[in-house]
């Protein structure tokens, strides 16, 4: 077989490999799992999610002629492979493909243990199932003990954001974004709730403009005690109105 492969795809011993291939094979070496909502970027190297973006670019290219649009002479879509490529790569699924964004911690220096909530964080993601948008509001509540970190309100809506940029379902995203926030503050408590319209309904299928998916997960104090649990619900109902 020619050497003389597309940048996307690297021949070795005289096979074409594609680069989604080569990151696939070290994931399957480490026997990590790559389900569409985890993040893979320790397995890609330098260059490679360039190189990505070209395979999806052909293979998206495959997909519009096999639905039968003639993307050469169609004004309108002859660039549409290049431009759902780099929505998908670089955009809509990101937080699959990007490291966590930083995030600087401080010691609880005053020793904080009142209830905070932050919110409405703006959430994109798409459905899992049928690539459909998924937009909706989260809002947070922690509840801080004197050995917790404090980070930047900005940060609770970038580590949202990176977690949410992966075909998700709803369920599994808040339950990720509670893992990651337990893990980087260690509150007492955490309470999350999430409010979504989801095209997967609105678009195809039943075609329903008016449901919205919440849901909530709770953690630590949240869950074992009413009256904090209540409180946070009260205040988060103040915020939406």
Known sequence: MSKNAPPSYTAV??????????????????????????????????????????????????????????????????????????MYVNEVFKGRYLAQPPVTEFPNVEHLNELMIVGPITVRSACSHHFCPIIGRLWIGIMPNQHSNLIGLSKYARLAEWTMCRPQIQEEAVTQIADLLMDKVSPDGLAIVMEADHFCMQWRGVRDMNSKMINSVMRGAFLKDASLRREFLSLLNNTKQ
């Open 13 to 86: 011993n005289d096979e074409i490999v594609p680069v989604s291939a080569r990151i696939r094979n070290r994931i399957r070496a480490a026997e990590q799992r790559f389900h569409a909502n985890d993040n893979i970027s320790a397995f890609i190297e330098p260059g490679e999610l360039e190189q990505l973006l070209e395979e999806v670019q052909d293979k998206m290219k495959a997909v519009l002629d096999s639905l039968v649009i003639d993307t050469e002479s169609d004004h309108n879509t002859q660039d549409t492979a290049r431009r759902v490529a780099k």
